[in-house]
Structures are given as C-alpha cells and as structure tokens.
C-alpha cells in the first residue's frame, strides 16, 4: 500500500513502511456511488500500490447521470481527508476539476469504480462510473471504469475485483491505449 497524495496535502494518507514506488505515476480515482463508497475507497487504495492516487468523487450518489456536466452553479469542492475531495458535482465533473483545478499535474492514468451494480448493454449510455472514464478519454488520458454486479459487496468481491483491476491498471500503464479508447 502507498501514499494518497494531492499538491495541496502535506501528509499522506496512508503510512506505510513499503519500498518507495516511483512518483512519476499519478492516478485519478472516482465513481458515481459517492466518495464514501466501500468500492471507491477499495480502488484507490488498491492504485496507490502503483502509484500516487488522488480521489475525486461526488460527494453523494449520483448513479445514472450518464456524461452530465453541471452549468448552472458554481461546483465546490472541499478535501474531506488528505487526497480526498468531495465535489458537489457529477462524475464528468469530477474528472473535470480534477485534472485542471484540483490536481497540480495531469495524471497518467483515471480508473473510475468499483460501481455498485452491472453496467451492461445501454446501460452503460446512464452510467456515471463509465462516463467519467470516458471524459478522460476525451481529455486523453488512459481510463478504466469498472463494475460490479452486486448492491453490497463482501470482502473477497473487493479483494478478486481490486487485484484483477491492479494488473489491468499496470498493462494500460505499460502498454497504453488506442487513441479515443477507454476499458
């Protein structure tokens, strides 16, 4: 386990006595189940084992706004913990003031999840979890959303799901993705 850090954050996180990893590898991590979401806390704690992880998630559920950005208000922001902001705002949103107002450099990587529930078929077209992975796309950043068909998750749902998305993570560092592509 590593580090959540942000440029504003003066303290990690999490401690740990684990080998240092290189900074160069920034992650953005959000979702559409909120920032205190089991399966949000779950995934960043999971990228911080590959590099720096910052979350920035809405600050309540907002499951099913598809790729919505908010015009009309001001969003808002506020660090919750270190390297954990809540926005008032959706999921594109986040992504959005992540990358150019809350984060000090660009990330290499955003992996939106662990959503609760299936995103499947013209679901997807609902899905906030997939719609921030693909504002990042459009940005041209690396992005994975990912799901999972449970309403309540169990210790081994997020241990098999974490693990298999840490590997994922890795190959799409390593060996990129096709322009305007996301997982």
Request: charged share 20%; hydrophobic share 45%.
């Amino acid at each position: 386990m590593s580090s959540l850090i942000c440029w504003r954050c003066a303290d990690p996180f999490w401690k740990t006595n684990d080998p240092p990893k290189s900074d160069d590898v920034l992650i953005l991590v959000t979702n559409d189940d909120g920032v205190y979401s089991p399966g949000l806390r779950a995934l960043a704690e999971a990228m911080a084992t590959l590099g720096d992880a910052v979350i920035v998630a809405p600050d309540r559920n907002r499951s099913a706004v598809g790729h919505a950005l908010t015009l009309e208000q001001p969003l808002r922001a506020e660090e919750i913990e270190p390297g954990i902001f809540a926005v008032d705002g959706t999921p594109t949103d986040c992504v959005n003031l992540g990358i150019h107002g809350l984060m000090m450099q660009r990330p290499d990587l955003v992996v939106s999840g662990i959503n609760s529930g299936s995103n499947l078929g013209d679901d997807i077209t609902y899905s906030g979890t997939v719609s921030a992975a693909m504002e990042a796309s459009l940005m041209g950043i690396p992005a994975i959303a990912i799901s999972l068909d449970a309403k309540i998750f169990s210790e081994t749902d997020l241990l098999t799901t974490t693990q298999f998305v840490v590997l994922l993570a890795n190959m799409v560092m390593k060996k990129g993705l096709p322009a305007d592509t996301f997982l």
